[in-house]
Every structure is written in C-alpha cells, then in structure tokens.
C-alpha cells in the first residue's frame, strides 16, 4: 500500500493521534483502519490536513473496486470521528440487501439520504456517518465488510 502525503511532512504517530482523540475515539478510529485494511486491501492511504471538516484527513483508495474510505479526525472534545464510504451503484445494493443488519439510525438516515442525492444528481454513492457510540461503530464496520463480500456469479 503506497503513502501519499499532501500539505503535511509526516503521518502523525500513534501518540499524537492518541492525545488528539482521546482513547475511545482513538480505538473506533484504529478498529476502522483495521478492518478496512483487511478486508478491503487498499492501494493507496492518504494524509492530509482536514481543513474546516477536522485536524487531519485519512483516506483509503481500493482501485480495484473504485471505493474510498475516508476518516476526518477531530480534537478529543467532539468525541467523534467522520467516516465517509463512496462506491458504485452495485456496491449500494448489496448495502440495501443487507440493510435490516444495520441498527444505527444515524447509518439508516444517511443510507436514506444517499439515495436521494443519488437519485436527484447521479454519479456514486457516499455514506456519510458521525461515529460517537459502538452502535454507529459496528454498523460502519459490517458496511466494510458487505463491500468486501464478492457477489455470487449467478449460474
């Protein structure tokens, strides 16, 4: 996996991103970074500085299967870490199939509201979560693994 590094001289270590999200934000964050690298084994990982949507920008390319996974890490006191998830149309409704496994309602309003950008001005899919609690946790990390299933080939 290739490192590209833009307005920034190094990847944060551990340490500081830990003083920067405090430990249980730090655990979601290292929880998403694992299962993404597992289960959808990136090409690339990006660092960046997030701007007005956080302190840094962390993002994942899968060439391969055209997703992006995307982290926007904030200070500890908003306690929270932004996922974002973009991907093709095949890759939502295998989502959609899987849907009643997802308890979170905030993942349910996005998936929802997903749609209906999608539906009003085209191109891909981007859901957009706020991870505060386990629940939003292990719904983002069940979204992960539903976009590294391979569809079956239908005979």
Same mark, same amino acid.
């Given at each position: =996996?290739?490192?590209?590094?833009?307005?920034?001289?190094?990847?944060?270590?551990?340490?500081?991103?830990?003083k920067l999200l405090g430990e249980k934000v730090f655990n979601?964050?290292?929880?998403?970074?694992?299962?993404?690298?597992? =289960?959808?084994?990136?090409?690339?990982?990006?660092?960046?500085?997030?701007?007005?949507?956080?302190?840094?920008?962390?993002?994942?390319?899968?060439?391969?299967?055209?997703?992006?996974?995307?982290?926007?890490?904030?200070?500890?006191?908003?306690?929270?870490?932004?996922?974002?998830?973009?991907?093709?149309?095949?890759? =939502?409704?295998?989502?959609?199939?899987?849907?009643?496994?997802?308890?979170?309602?905030?993942?349910?309003?996005?998936?929802?509201?997903?749609?209906?950008?999608?539906?009003?001005?085209?191109?891909?899919?981007?859901?957009?979560?706020r991870i505060r609690n386990e629940e939003e946790l292990q719904d983002v990390l069940k979204i992960i693994k539903?976009?590294?299933?391979?569809?079956?080939?239908?005979?």
């Amino acid at each position: =996996m290739e490192t590209r590094l833009i307005d920034l001289k190094k990847v944060p270590n551990e340490k500081k991103l830990l003083k920067l999200l405090g430990e249980k934000v730090f655990n979601f964050y290292n929880q998403i970074c694992n299962t993404t690298i597992s =289960m959808l084994d990136p090409d690339f990982v990006t660092w960046d500085l997030g701007g007005r949507r956080g302190k840094y920008f962390h993002g994942y390319l899968i060439s391969k299967k055209s997703i992006t996974v995307d982290l926007y890490l904030y200070s500890s006191k908003y306690e929270q870490i932004t996922c974002e998830l973009h991907f093709q149309k095949r890759f =939502m409704q295998k989502i959609l199939k899987k849907r009643n496994l997802l308890s979170s309602k905030e993942i349910q309003n996005s998936i929802d509201f997903c749609i209906e950008f999608n539906e009003e001005y085209g191109g891909g899919y981007t859901i957009s979560i706020r991870i505060r609690n386990e629940e939003e946790l292990q719904d983002v990390l069940k979204i992960i693994k539903i976009l590294s299933t391979r569809s079956k080939v239908e005979t």
